[in-house]
């Protein structure tokens, strides 16, 4: 008798595991079968097919700026069928500009951005070559005017160097002479720059009391302006009373090294930028204005470009992008990322 219940109980035991198990098995097969279907709905978010597909290529000294005028042309570009890809950004090994512009015509691109360079003749020889085949390129910030290049997106220089010169003229000595020093590269940009400095010169043309010299800064890579706007700020018979700067990368180092040997009472900063560094050092009272330039409505003209030339088969040969004066009475606008 007691054999006997031992036994029903041994089986409901058993019976009772088995039951567990099956729950658990099913409870499994459910989840994983979730999970499959998740991921493959993560799979079909990641992975889109679009229309057009366009290449970035631009210099690893070029800054920040080109990361956000990338995510402004791509976010754009989205939306419009079409996909912006950084040529090289996992590519461990630093390739030049013309490299990345080879890369970008092998992959079988639809379009490229390129930041572009008056004096390199290998690089016109390349956008050339894309033209050739069809593949229609946009030269960003630095045009390449003597090649075929479709457009060209960039800022209006003649109207930066006015609104830098009406900054300098405010920021000038009414009686007393002021010193003023030009910083401008003396590669990338030189041609853009220098319609900035002509437009500087016309609206100091009837001030006698403002004295300019013009410094070249080369801009090979990133360290070598700093190692350059250092010398320069090191070496000075005779401190300017103010310093322009005709780039974002000269603007950035010649506020780092006015900080650094304790120069900001004695100099004061204009310039060309467009990043948080600036604008922060603006709110600081470290920088006195820049002429700031719309990042979204760049990365929006180069994509327009591109797929107006695309669609159409014509495009419009220059976009220019909107400029703003950022002092300290409006940069709090800039700083909250309202451009």
Known sequence: MIKSRYNKLLEVLIYTVIIILVIITVINLVVFNYSISDSDNNEKKVYHSYKYHFGMV??????????????????????????????????????????????????????????????????????????????????????????KRSSFVGLGSYDVGKQLGGQMINLSKKNDETHVMVLMNSTNGYQEQHTMYQAIAESISAKDNILVDTWLVSNDNEFGVDEEVRDIILNLREEPD???????????????????YNKVSSIDIIGLASSEIVYDAINKNLIDGVVSFDKKMMGNNIVDALLEYKNNGYVNEYYMVDTNLVTKSNVGRYLNNEE
């Open 242 to 260: 103010i310093m322009i700067c005709l780039s974002d990368n000269i603007t950035e180092s010649a506020y780092q090294q006015v900080v650094e």
């Open 58 to 147: 631009y210099s690893n000294s070029s800054g920040n700026k080109w990361k956000e005028i990338y995510n402004a042309a791509n976010e754009y570009a989205m939306q419009n069928d079409a996909y912006v890809e950084i040529i090289g950004e996992n590519i461990k090994q630093n390739y030049s500009k013309e490299d990345l512009f080879r890369i970008a015509m092998l992959s079988g691109v639809d379009g490229i951005i390129v930041e572009g360079d008056e004096k390199s003749d290998e690089l016109n020889i390349l956008i050339n070559e894309a033209y050739e085949s069809d593949i229609p390129v946009v030269t960003v910030m630095t045009d390449a005017s003597e090649s």
